[in-house]
């Protein structure tokens, strides 16, 4: 028996962009489309003129059993898409993909989580779409409690879960698990920090055990730690494939780090960000340069540049800071400040700049990525794009010499530090 | 192996036979969901098919005064009620299954036929309930069971089969034309219309009972009161045709449904 249990060749998949994605045809279309071209009708060929966009193309790869794969690539670079296909929920425009068995894919956790029910019903109904059997989740009722921490309301509806709560229920679910393939997607981005390092640890036990994982993430840590080697998609096709050391570092020199400042096109605007249009994010430094490289000496200015098109309640707009590798150091809001909060709890149609300013010996040395979210807190997430630009800061010309070394840790803010010497 | 699929595609059911708990347990999840979001719960099992009955007597048999032969209006009436309602629920229901269910399907393989099947099954439990307030009536009106009540389990599948043709059918045209949800009510209204619920087959003209035979649900609304009630068995004809139309509404409800189900994922 071949040792390859994935195999896939010239794969790809091609979607319809434009109308489609607005609004489902209705049947009006159809019928008028039939009347325009009843002969393409009849042989069932109703594909009118609209764009289609390849968001997977020509890739062709294989895994053997037991390894650990992942995959990165900024937003849209086909990730999602790729697991989609190989968990069967798609099926590819073109080529082929060989799965020699199980596959258990945990695109998100809690999927069919129904808010009614109890977290013990949950369990049984979440495990059963995920593909377990009902005597196999019997079997591991109490382990998956006990992991998800949640013993005490276990019999309570989970709408009445916080939200940490409900997650690492439906995580612990879904770490139960146990295919021959285990497909991940960014499920950890969510939760605490302590319980995701639980669940990074399931997942190494998992990949202990022998078995396959591909594993999508944007946390540059936790591929480097969880993975050995690499994928790295851009635009929908296959440009690197290496051990993940390197692969990841080939992601970080390309595409990235080339200037501070981003632009969005129309196209890589989702329609659901609607009525929210992001234009620009740069960063600036005090001379009103938007370089990539800023002085960790000066204070720096982040601006988000962007257009209302119709009023938003509630809107805030705001930053992650997040290092090179994928953690996060901080968020923040435009609406942080009271004022500002009081000034747009409403935001009306129109062109605005939000601007922040981070003080000057704050930064440490290295590289950072910057996010960008818009949203309505607990109503709708407008816009989100977790890497929208990256620059680097220098600590040239630090504060004299008492600066030596290379300091740990993501920041290194200068703290107003006293110094007293006390009479004996 | 997965690979682009092209025209009509086989069935695979032995993957539909391997995902029978899941049905198991969507079925109990839109039943558990059902009774602990609503107010009343069960008992809108049991009020749905009573004020119906309530009208259609007042329409039926005050207004228009059509004779029910030796069976009492209310048990007539209900009788059929019941089948129809399980009908009309799971056609609605399944109809609907795979847009309420979109989170599922983008995100978990799994043989999507698993999903309105089960919508179907989820009205069962309605039917039971219904169906104990019916001997309730028949003992109150002193209707004799007779000995053909075991004909109700066919029948009984009878109407499930048509329902998940049906269904199969909507559920699949629902995805790509939306129109379809505003089309299920008015459509099951006007197919009620043209069951005999509220009056016998033999109101309706001779020359006309070869064509309004075609409809499925002429049998088994005649076939649950004679099983129940007694009198005069179900037409011959009718009982075939019903049969032949069912089941070619399932299986070609089952090969449309396999052929779009290939693009679920991507529309809904």
Not at chain 2, 90 to 110: E, H
């Amino acid at each position: 028996m071949s040792d390859i249990v994935i195999k896939t060749e010239d794969l790809g998949k091609q979607y319809k962009i434009g109308a489609v994605i607005n609004r489902s045809p209705t049947l009006r279309d159809s019928i008028m489309d039939m009347f325009r071209w009843p002969g393409r009708a009849l042989r069932g060929e109703l594909k009118s003129s609209t764009d289609m966009i390849w968001a997977l193309q020509d890739v062709s790869f294989e895994v053997q059993r037991g390894q650990v794969i992942g995959v990165i690539g900024r937003n849209g670079a086909g990730k999602s898409t790729l697991l989609k296909i190989l968990s069967r929920i798609t099926e590819p425009s073109t080529g082929y993909a060989r799965i020699t068995g199980r596959v258990g894919s945990l695109l998100e956790v809690g999927t069919g989580f129904n808010q009614e029910l109890t977290g013990r019903e949950n369990i049984f109904l979440n495990g059963a779409i995920l593909g377990m059997k009902r005597r196999e989740i019997t079997k591991k009722f109490d382990e998956i409690v006990e992991f998800s921490g949640v013993e005490k309301f276990i019999d309570t509806p989970v709408k009445r879960y916080s939200s940490g709560m409900y997650l690492r229920l439906a995580f612990s679910v879904a770490a139960h698990l146990e295919p021959e393939i285990l497909v991940v997607d960014e499920v950890l981005a969510v939760g605490d920090a302590e319980f995701q390092r639980k669940c990074l640890g399931k997942m190494s036990d998992v990949a202990q055990e022998g078995r396959t994982v591909l594993f999508v993430s944007h946390n540059m840590s936790a591929v480097l730690r969880l993975t050995d080697e690499a994928i790295v998609l851009d635009r929908g096709k296959m440009v690197h494939r290496a051990p993940t050391q390197e692969a990841v570092e080939f992601y970080m020199s390309s595409g990235y780090s080339q200037t501070s400042e981003r632009l969005w096109q129309e196209s890589e605007i989702p329609a659901s960000a609607h009525p929210f249009r992001p234009i620009a994010m740069r960063v600036i430094d005090p001379r009103g340069h938007s370089g990539d490289t800023m002085r960790s000496i000066e204070p720096l200015t982040i601006e988000m540049e962007y257009e209302i098109e119709e009023a938003i309640q509630g809107l805030r707009v705001g930053i992650y800071l997040l290092t090179i590798r994928g953690d996060l150091v901080f968020v923040s809001f435009d609406t942080d400040s009271p004022q500002e909060y009081d000034r747009f709890g409403t935001r009306e149609p129109g062109r605005y700049i939000s601007r922040c300013q981070i003080p000057a010996d704050f930064f440490n040395e290295g590289q950072y990525v910057l996010g960008i979210n818009a949203s309505s807190y607990r109503v709708k997430r407008y816009f989100q794009d977790e890497h929208a630009l990256t620059f680097s800061v220098d600590t040239m010309g630090a504060p004299g010499k008492q600066w030596p070394e290379v300091r740990m840790g993501t920041v290194r803010p200068r703290l107003n530090w006293q110094i007293e010497e006390q009479p004996f | 192996m997965l690979k682009p699929s092209k025209g009509w595609v086989s069935l695979n059911l032995g993957d539909l036979w391997r995902y029978r708990e899941l049905v198991y347990f969507l079925t109990w999840r839109d039943i558990l969901v059902r009774y602990k979001q609503t107010l009343l719960g069960a008992a809108w099992a049991i009020i749905n098919p009573l004020m119906q009955m309530v009208v259609f007597n007042f329409l039926f048999g005050n207004m228009a005064n059509i004779s029910t032969g030796d069976i009492p209006r209310p048990v007539f009436t209900f009788a059929a009620l019941l089948p129809w309602n399980l009908f009309s629920n799971a056609i609605g229901n399944a109809g609907r299954s795979l847009v309420t269910n979109r989170n599922m399907i983008t995100k978990v393989y799994f043989p999507r036929l698993v999903v309105p099947i089960s919508s179907v099954f989820g009205g069962l439990v309605d039917f039971m309930i219904a169906f104990v307030i019916l001997l309730g009536m028949m003992v109150y009106y002193q209707v004799q069971f007779t000995s053909t009540v075991w004909a109700l389990l066919p029948f009984i599948l009878l109407v499930l089969v048509a329902s998940l043709g049906v269904g199969l059918w909507l559920s699949a045209w629902n995805l790509h034309y939306r129109d379809v949800r505003y089309f299920i009510p008015f459509m099951t209204q006007f197919w009620m219309l043209a069951t005999p619920i509220a009056y016998p087959l033999s109101e309706i003209p001779a020359q006309w009972q070869t064509l309004y035979s075609v409809n499925p649900m002429v049998a088994v609304a005649e076939g649950f009161r004679w099983a129940l009630a007694g009198g005069s068995p179900v037409e011959p004809f009718a009982l075939m045709s019903s049969i032949i139309i069912s089941l070619i509404l399932l299986v070609s409800g089952l090969f449309y449904f396999r052929r779009m189900e290939r693009t679920f994922a991507d529309t809904v």
